[in-house]
């Protein structure tokens, strides 16, 4: 027999909890039906839509006993436990019910009711797992017996190990948490906490709280991880608003989990932590402040654990689980204001929220002031309505609620008259990023600008400690961290100038002291140097919100230019374009076209171009800037050798070879003048020609300023550093086209650990160089092994770079041809058929890449016979060789010398010979009598001979 929506009959206990203590319930429900007991929980066995009067009455007469979990929430107004103990105790006295208490956090003898008092009850909090199990099966009355299933003794293996899904003492902790701290007032949202656990519980695992700003989703978010923390592993708090910063805050999980070096690069710590939560349940990540559904779903991890995003967009359907987020209800608007003022009528309660709207925020500002101030609510509620006046009569405000901006008024008048030294602080953090301001770090950094007025924060924690809570008793200011976060609706507030509290020159004098101050603190590196990135990390969101408004100021202008650069430095390339695209935009409207800061953007937004693999729109970008900055600066300006070095970048990605040569010697000339031999800059240039000279088979001439440029690099800049490492790549490159194989892979190993210890596994430059380690593996003969290693460099290219990028496109080449040597031509004729087409539509049919795939190929086609299709297209490669690299460029040679053996297959003897007669002698003009090219060449032509003078001699015979 069953009753409402299904229940069983009668039950043994009935739990009575409430909402915070979820996971204790949960915990408590679990266990006891694991020792054989029936229970009744809500969130277990109560429909939606079912009326919770009734299921708890039908309850309360079918449960044996009530277990009630006590907590100081348990006992608050209004609560459905009031009923539920109430009626439980009126049960016990009459001798028809059980009531057993059980306290899951600590309670002092005043917060109990009379009559409770003279019950025994049991306490779970404070107890190991195991300690809080035997107490709550004494006070049930059943003897505790073992702690878990023993192992069956004809296995190795125990197999009773306890089941993971099963809930957690709510005391335990995650391994991993940097959730912000724990509103201590936070009330209300019971029952979107409970919809939130609930649908994870139901295999959602993706959640997104929406709604409009000021409602409260971010305490909310905050308020489950710190409810239902125990019920995990790890527990981490992303701020999302800015996606570029997502790979430093992922790093940091890593360093905490322990499960990287703290020397580990951003880029690959992250995807460590990435690889942990795939291959790990238990987690909770929290998106805080998410912007762009359809961008941000390929940023989400995967894995067995939970995603939680705050937003304010709506349409995260096809991403998450989407849960809106409204005002409060009014009974929530009480319990709000009754926190921060206990004794507060009700009546007065709903004064203020129905004239602050039930919005969360502005109650807690409401909240707060008159808890500090002994404001009464008259007094309140007619400042309040002044200056929504004042705010009618102003110029037209940002922020969406005038009441939750007369509210901001008057909290921070208050603050101002209490602790100008905070009021002054806040004013300046109200035009930094709705991200986290890190004071502990920047007060403390030599020469941080601060005005007069605030110099006694620099390097006194306590003082700055002491500032951020004056904020936070008034509700302007979160704290985290060694820092704060104030909320986007508030600093609107606090910005705009036509408010009662500051004036307009006291606001433009904060804006100032904000862009002072972040400037005070940036790393003095340009974004180049892997140790200040973290640095960087952290500045990067205030630099961005701050240069969208200080387009006038030059040193602004030129800490944005240096954020970019580290953005291209760390290999986020993506994003330094985006950075780049919108300082170019932003300035294009305010400077004219050959500004020096303006060419500089569009240099960076080239420099991205290349890196990104569009190289037709970095050569339509940087023409214009070239000769701009040449009419406006001179040749000699490092604005206009900056654009030139991306001018010639653009050249040598389109095979443009001899123009890039004549623009990187004049570079190189010029810097080495201006600027010195041993300068950063002149070293970059020196490289750059030398991979250039390479592209034109110049190889003798590249090792000398390679090794050159190398040298003084190690002295210069270090072992480490990115240029240091590119330049060693790009040397070990020309050792390999000069047949020194062993040296090249000697330093390629070096530099592949020394790239991926600086800049990581999956940053552009250290797959450079694992290529061309693979590529000395190769040549060595270790076939299997540069297999191995090229698959794992395309595994990267294609997550890194894309799928069709000029370096992917390679990594294919370089795969099909270790496949090649190891005799799998079906599957490179495949890879090769797909590159040759896709090289083709990006780079062009007579781009020297696309020549080099078309070779491949055709060497494939050699290996399985289809030599009339192999002598077509090497016929077809070496007429386009000859056009753009010239008659004796190695590629032309090399090119030559398999048409040649082509012919030979094809009975065209003569002409094979004849051909790689003069691929000999080219190849001996060019690489020297001792390169292995020339002697295979020279073995060939040799064994053409030796076969045609026998023929020769068989012909003559009578």
């Not at 949202?189 to 997104?208: G, K, N, Y």
């Not at 140790?531 to 200080?550: D, F, I, K, N, R």
């Not at 202008?557 to 390339?573: F, P, V």
């Not at 082509?902 to 004849?914: F, N």
Request: proline share 5%.
């Amino acid at each position: 027999m069953e009753t409402v929506s299904g229940a069983p009959e009668k039950v043994d206990f009935f739990i009575s909890y409430a909402g915070v203590e979820r996971a204790w319930a949960e915990w408590v429900a679990w266990h006891l039906q694991q020792h054989g007991f029936s229970v009744e929980f809500d969130h277990w066995h109560w429909q939606a839509g079912d009326n919770t009067t009734l299921r708890m009455s039908d309850a309360l007469a079918r449960a044996d006993r009530f277990l009630a979990l006590l907590s100081r929430s348990y006992f608050e107004r209004p609560r459905y436990t009031r009923d539920e103990w109430t009626a439980a105790f009126d049960d016990r006295e009459r001798g028809t019910g059980g009531f057993i208490p059980l306290h899951v956090a600590e309670l002092e003898k005043s917060e109990i009711p009379d009559l409770l008092r003279p019950i025994k009850a049991g306490i779970l909090y404070g107890k190991s797992e195991e300690e809080a199990l035997t107490e709550l099966l004494s006070a049930v009355g059943q003897p505790a017996g073992p702690q878990g299933k023993p192992g069956f003794p004809g296995s190795a293996a125990t197999l009773g190990d306890r089941d993971e899904a099963a809930p957690r003492l709510p005391a335990s902790t995650p391994r991993a948490s940097n959730v912000p701290p724990r509103l201590p007032l936070f009330t209300g949202r019971d029952e979107v906490l409970d919809r939130i656990r609930t649908t994870f519980q139901s295999r959602s695992p993706v959640q997104a709280l929406h709604g409009m700003g000021g409602v409260g989703k971010t305490q909310t978010a905050a308020e489950y991880c710190h409810r239902f923390a125990s019920q995990y592993d790890t527990v981490w708090w992303l701020d999302a608003e800015q996606t570029v910063t997502l790979d430093s805050q992922l790093a940091d999980l890593a360093h905490t989990l322990k499960t990287v070096p703290a020397t580990m690069p951003v880029a690959d710590a992250a995807q460590s932590a990435r690889q942990h939560l795939r291959t790990n349940g238990r987690w909770l990540l929290v998106f805080d402040n998410a912007e762009d559904p359809g961008t941000f779903r390929s940023l989400l991890p995967e894995g067995g654990g939970h995603v939680l995003i705050t937003s304010r967009d709506p349409g995260w359907h096809s991403a998450a689980t989407p849960m809106d987020i409204g005002l409060f209800a009014r009974a929530e608007s009480r319990s709000l204001l009754a926190a921060y003022v206990p004794k507060l009528p009700q009546t007065e309660a709903d004064r203020l929220a129905e004239a602050l709207g039930d919005l969360p925020l502005a109650l807690a500002q409401a909240g707060g002031l008159i808890a500090t101030s002994g404001f009464s609510v008259d007094t309140y509620l007619k400042d309040l309505t002044a200056t929504s006046r004042l705010l009618d009569r102003s110029a037209p405000i940002t922020y969406r609620h005038k009441t939750l901006g007369a509210a901001v008024r008057l909290s921070s008048a208050h603050l101002a008259r209490t602790d100008p030294v905070a009021s002054e602080l806040l004013r300046i953090c109200a035009f930094l990023a709705p991200e986290p301001i890190p004071l502990d770090t920047w007060l403390t950094k030599a020469g941080v600008e601060l005005p007069p007025s605030l110099n006694g924060l620099v390097s006194d924690l306590v003082a700055v400690a002491d500032s951020i809570a004056a904020m936070a008793r008034l509700g302007l200011v979160r704290p985290q961290h060694g820092g704060l976060t104030i909320h986007r609706l508030t600093a609107a507030v606090l910005r705009d100038r036509t408010g009662a509290n500051a004036t307009s020159a006291a606001q433009e004098s904060a804006h100032e002291h904000a862009k002072n101050l972040v400037i005070s603190v940036r790393p003095d590196d340009e974004g180049r140097d892997p140790a200040t990135w973290q640095e960087w990390a952290g500045l990067l969101p205030h630099v961005m919100t701050l240069s969208e408004t200080w387009t006038q100021d030059d040193d602004m202008r030129e800490l944005s230019l240096d954020a970019t650069q580290y953005l291209l430095m760390r290999g986020t390339t993506s994003a330094a374009h985006d950075a780049a695209r919108a300082l170019h935009q932003r300035w294009s409207a305010e400077f004219p076209p050959d500004h020096p800061h303006l060419l500089t953007a569009e240099t960076l937004l080239t420099d991205s171009l290349n890196i990104l693999g569009r190289y037709r729109q970095a050569l339509a970008v940087i023409e214009n800037v070239v000769e701009l900055s040449r009419n406006a600066l001179g040749d000699d300006h490092e604005t206009t050798l900056a654009a030139n070095t991306a001018l010639a970048t653009a050249f040598t990605n389109l095979g443009q070879y001899h123009e890039a040569q004549v623009i990187e010697e004049d570079v190189l000339r010029r810097r080495r003048s201006t600027l010195g031999e041993d300068h950063r800059d002149t070293l970059t240039s020196g490289n750059n020609l030398a991979v250039t000279l390479d592209t034109l088979g110049d190889h003798h001439a590249s090792r000398a300023l390679k090794d050159d440029v190398l040298k003084r690099q190690r002295r210069v800049l270090g072992e480490n550093h990115p240029d240091t490492l590119i330049s060693a790549t790009n040397l070990a490159v020309t050792l390999m086209d000069l047949g020194e194989f062993v040296q090249a892979r000697a330093l390629l190993e070096g530099t592949v650990d020394r790239s991926r210890e600086t800049l990581g596994d999956n940053h552009p430059n250290t797959l450079n160089a694992a290529s061309g380690l693979a590529a000395s593996l190769k040549d060595l003969g270790h076939h299997h092994k540069a297999q191995t290693l090229r698959e794992d460099v395309l595994t990267r290219r294609r997550k890194v770079l894309g799928e069709d990028h000029p370096h992917t496109l390679d990594s294919y080449r370089d795969l099909a041809s270790s496949l090649t040597y190891l005799g799998h031509h079906a599957r490179a004729r495949s890879i090769l058929d797909d590159t040759l087409n896709r090289s083709r539509a990006m780079l062009g049919d007579t781009h020297p890449d696309t020549l080099t795939v078309a070779h491949n190929l055709a060497t494939v086609l050699m290996r399985v016979n289809q030599h009339v299709q192999a002598r077509a297209l090497l016929q077809s490669t070496l007429d386009k060789h000859r056009a753009t690299l010239g008659p004796e460029h190695p590629n032309t040679l090399t090119t030559a010398a398999n048409l040649a053996s082509v012919l030979s297959h094809l009975g065209r003897r003569k002409e094979a010979r004849a051909l790689l007669r003069n691929s000999l002698e080219g190849f001996r003009r060019t690489l020297g009598e001792e390169h292995p090219k020339t002697k295979a060449v020279a073995e060939q032509l040799a064994g053409y001979k030796k076969v045609f003078g026998k023929r020769k001699k068989k012909i003559r015979r009578p």
